[in-house]
């Protein structure tokens, strides 16, 4: 590719983000990744960028939480793909709420979608990843006739009491 297009992938430093990164490096894109704080430690994002491709990967510090720099981060891409989560208080915390768990992540999703659509005379196309934390697994939500069933389908996502929640 002369000029290869130039993908955000979020939350860069993330297990899954870091394969998505090294593919994307193997088949010539260019690669900008998104990661709450740079530090020394994110070393091995650049070394899987220069494994198998000459251009150098670009990180931001980005964070799911805040506006801060997400608008420098996508300025010039071609496609987003969104792995980061903002991660929840721990589990066990006393007093915590269904929604302490869900909220930051759909503000952070929305966040997100919010500055692609600001970029939407460039952005092709976002991609969302997401984790099996998304799905009520422990069946709390489903109809008795389903508690058994023991694989997941899109029927098993946790229930969201705001449907039309990242419609502007």
Known sequence: MNNPPLVLVTGAS????GH???QLCIKGYRVRGTVRKISKDHQYIYDLSTDKN???IELFECDLSSDKNWDNAIQGCDYVIH?????????GEKNLTEKDYTEP?????????????ANRNTIKRVVYTTSVAAMDVEG??????RQEVTFLTS???????KPDYFVN
Request: proline fraction near 11%; aromatic fraction near 4%; hydrophobic fraction near 40%.
């Open 20 to 22: 998505v990164v090294q």
């Open 54 to 56: 000459t251009r150098p």
């Open 105 to 117: 992540v759909m503000k952070g999703m929305e966040r997100i979608l919010n500055v692609c659509l």
């Open 140 to 145: 709390k939500n489903l109809p008795k006739e």
């Open 83 to 91: 792995t980061a989560n903002v991660m929840p208080p721990a589990k």
């Open 155 to 161: 029927k098993d996502w946790t229930p969201l009491d």
């Open 14 to 17: 993330g297990f899954i983000a």
